[in-house]
């Protein structure tokens, strides 16, 4: 199975900060990546897939990027409705694997 | 627009069994493949298996072979998950999710709560 390894696991920052998530693939995946914002009794929401196509009525603050087998959430200027957990997913092959997440808390 | 109705919260014993359904509208339905994906309390989202609708064949990650089975009712939209053996560890959310427009599941069903406990 494709291992994803997200980082960090958690996140302090404060509203208006720019953040960054990372998500490493254990092997190639192409393109095939997805990310995911989950809030507590929620189910996740597709914010990115192809590692950097936004989903429709994402904010443009959201962006995503490839590097190889790194991949990279940011968020541009944090707004308070943001602080969630965030989970990549690799949907190359079956299983499609999860990241561990990576929890953005309020500084 | 689509949507993933699951069904109510559950409650069994350790060794039961129980299966859960995920009903589909708004789209037709042998069109996408039904993904499960399941999460712990306090945990990470696991994913589970696929089935397509379309003839009900399936994949199971490898951890949960032998004890899930995926069906489908193309009659009614809907699809079920069956998990058997149950034990403490198996105490989730359990979501269906299916693709969107893209390679990313844009749309969840609202998670069914399983627990198991003696």
């Known amino acids: 199975d494709i291992q994803l390894t997200q980082s960090p696991s958690f996140l302090s920052a404060s509203v208006g900060d720019r953040v960054t998530v990372t998500c490493r693939a254990s092997q190639g995946i192409g393109s095939y990546l997805a990310w995911y914002q989950q809030k507590p009794g929620k189910a996740p929401k597709l914010l990115i897939y192809a590692a950097s196509t936004l989903e429709s009525g994402v904010p443009s603050r959201f962006s995503g990027s490839r590097s190889g087998t790194d991949f990279t959430l940011t968020i541009s200027s944090l707004q308070p409705e943001d602080f969630a957990t965030y989970y990549c997913?690799?949907?190359?092959?079956?299983?499609?694997?999860f990241g561990q997440g990576t929890k953005l808390e309020i500084k | 627009q689509v949507q993933l109705v699951q069904s109510g919260a559950e409650v069994r014993k350790p060794g039961a069994s129980v299966k859960i359904s995920c009903k589909t509208s708004g789209y037709t339905f042998t069109s996408h493949y039904l993904h499960w994906v399941r999460q712990a309390p306090g945990q990470g989202l696991e994913w589970m298996g696929i089935i397509n609708p379309t003839d009900a064949t399936t994949y199971y990650a490898q951890t949960f072979e032998g004890r899930v089975t995926m069906t489908s009712d193309s009659s009614t939209g809907t699809v079920y998950m069956e998990v058997s053996s149950l034990r403490s560890e198996d105490t989730a959310v359990y979501y269906c999710a299916r693709l969107g427009s893209g390679d990313g599941y844009s749309h969840w069903g609202q998670g069914t709560l399983v627990s198991v406990s003696s």
């Open positions: 997913q690799q949907l190359n092959t079956y299983p499609h694997t």
